[in-house]
């Protein structure tokens, strides 16, 4: 992993409501580059196979970490590979398997519901299209454009907690509903970015842009970011702070 750029103390920051769009989307554009490069490989941390199983494990990603939902699905795909298979699981056998998850009732719900509705409508087939995806039971915006995104190559920006709280410290934002942060966030980078822009916020956001004390001084995008303080700033004490959720993929 590359050295982290940290920002001169000295150096002053322009408030986000001073800054002209122009400027905003020049930053904002260079903060990307800057993360994309510092995370060449960042993914979608769900393990899937397919369209169908990525767009159950985001449903079971809910209230739990991405590494429970991966210890969980092997099982779970295994025992119900489609669509038609989860619709008719047995209820109790199916809470079992996502008991690891939380929430483990409403979740096979979720999922039992969510397959009968794909069964009915599509034939058992995952629609690669948002205006179908979002009429599915519990899938909204978010989880339908990491499905897009991910299974099918089709740009797709994921507002999930990590997204909007670093698009609102990095001053691109100020809002805080997902669906004005996905229209405001694609403005500034291009559409085709969209999908690698969600992957290396979101990694950034779990591994050192952290809510409750971020690791400023190990951030390489410290001296474009108009929160730069909110957090430790000593790069010794920050790189104490950073955190791995996994430790695949280089990361």
């Not at 590494?67 to 989860?86: G, I, M, Q, S, W």
């Not at 996502?98 to 058992?124: C, H, Q």
């Not at 995104?149 to 507002?159: E, K, L, M, R, S």
């Not at 430790?232 to 996994?246: G, H, S």
């Amino acid at each position: 992993m590359p050295a982290a750029r940290t920002a001169p103390r000295s150096r002053s920051r322009s408030a986000p409501h001073e800054e002209s769009a122009l400027a905003r989307t020049r930053r904002a554009r260079r903060m990307y580059r800057i993360l994309r490069d510092y995370y060449p490989y960042a993914h979608c941390e769900l393990d899937f196979e397919t369209p169908l199983q990525l767009l159950v494990a985001t449903v079971l990603s809910a209230q739990t970490t991405d590494v429970t939902v991966n210890k969980v699905t092997p099982t779970l795909f295994a025992r119900y590979p489609t669509a038609e298979a989860l619709a008719g699981a047995d209820r109790e056998a199916m809470e079992a398997l996502l008991k690891p998850t939380g929430f483990f009732r409403a979740k096979t719900n979720s999922v039992i519901n969510l397959a009968a509705a794909l069964v009915e409508r599509y034939d058992g087939e995952v629609p690669p299209r948002m205006k179908d995806l979002v009429t599915l039971p519990g899938v909204g915006r978010k989880t339908a454009n990491v499905v897009l995104g991910n299974a099918f190559g089709i740009p797709g920006i994921t507002v999930d907690t990590h997204f909007g709280r670093l698009v609102r410290r990095f001053g691109w934002t100020e809002e805080t509903d997902p669906v004005k942060v996905e229209q405001i966030v694609g403005a500034l980078i291009p559409r085709k970015e969209w999908t690698m822009l969600s992957h290396v916020l979101i990694f950034h956001g779990r591994r050192i842009c952290h809510a409750r004390r971020p690791a400023c001084g190990a951030c390489p995008v410290a001296d474009l970011c108009p929160s730069y303080g909110e957090g430790e700033t000593d790069p010794v004490k920050a790189r104490k702070l950073l955190k791995f959720e996994l430790s695949s993929g280089g990361s």
